[in-house]
């Protein structure tokens, strides 16, 4: 459990100050992201890569996963994922009064090719979560995190390195995935829990037009099967360099239904936040309530991660 709160809920709570129209109805979000999980990050799950040498270059589940091949990797995830995240962690998680889980997952969690070397067997852990979820008053959101060709290059994409995301098939992939969680968590058994759909996680300022397009794609798939559903436009990369309000405009544009902004802010990193006293830390953190509440009229907007 001691990994679980360092990691996860220090890094990635979201400001209890910030509420969206999660049911219909003004509700604060307090939830926790299930980092390091379903999707790898050497970071947050630093004793999983101890095993290897510097000249091994294993720095993401790709690399994890090939370097090991497929049958001790298999074994090694699926320790990881029967203990890093427990039925006990939800409980208590609930417990705290937190109303929220977002859960990053992999598209290799759903499908995969023959040469890509991920394991497959996320999903049935994933939905132990949601049932988890269920049964102690938690909602959902179910993020992709991680792209065929990877969105931005970053480890948490599942492959660190250069952003093809944008090439090949990888898009109509990526829709194939976006449509299989939408199909999974239609069902009844789901609907009331997984109230909101990531479809694609912090994507690259390079690619926006390209994400742009795939977002409109990934929406009428998703309401040609689900009505009510959230679906989050993440565009923390596009505030970064300097693109936000486009991304704003471009969704005011579509007028489509039940759309969340999805901003991710990192204080953490900046030597001027981390010399504050832990009171003006959060100070910091939650002065952002009325920036994000000023920048639309009409959009809803979140903190996935901050």
Request: charged fraction near 25%; hydrophobic fraction near 40%.
């Amino acid at each position: 459990m001691k990994f679980f709160l360092i990691s996860i809920i220090f890094i990635s709570i979201y400001c209890n100050s910030i509420y969206c129209n999660i049911n219909q109805k003004k509700e604060k979000i307090r939830g926790v992201n299930l980092g390091g999980w379903l999707v790898l990050e050497p970071w947050i799950r630093p004793s999983l890569f101890e095993q290897f040498s510097p000249k091994d270059k294993v720095i993401d589940e790709y690399t994890f996963t090939k370097f090991l091949g497929y049958e001790e990797a298999e074994k090694q995830l699926n320790d990881h994922w029967s203990s890093w995240v427990t039925e006990h962690d939800i409980k208590k998680l609930a417990s705290y009064g937190l109303n929220y889980l977002r859960i990053p997952v992999g598209y290799w969690a759903f499908e995969k090719k023959p040469s890509e070397p991920f394991v497959m067997g996320g999903f049935k852990y994933l939905l132990k979560a949601v049932r988890w979820a269920k049964k102690y008053g938690l909602k959902v959101i179910v993020d992709l995190h991680g792209a065929p060709g990877s969105q931005n290059g970053y480890d948490h994409t599942g492959r660190y390195g250069p952003i093809k995301w944008q090439t090949g098939d990888n898009i109509q992939r990526t829709l194939n995935v976006i449509k299989n969680i939408t199909l999974t968590f239609n069902h009844p058994e789901f609907r009331n829990t997984v109230t909101s759909i990531g479809v694609l996680n912090e994507p690259a300022a390079v690619i926006r037009n390209q994400f742009n397009e795939y977002f409109k794609d990934a929406y009428n798939l998703i309401r040609e099967i689900n009505s009510d559903i959230l679906i989050l436009y993440d565009a923390s990369f596009f505030f970064v360099s300097g693109d936000g309000d486009d991304s704003i405009e471009f969704l005011e544009s579509l007028k489509f239904k039940r759309v969340v902004l999805d901003t991710h802010i990192y204080n953490a990193f900046t030597c001027d936040f981390v010399s504050l006293s832990i009171d003006d830390q959060f100070s910091v953190v939650c002065s952002n309530e009325s920036n994000i509440a000023s920048t639309s009229n009409i959009l809803r907007r979140f903190v996935g991660e901050w």
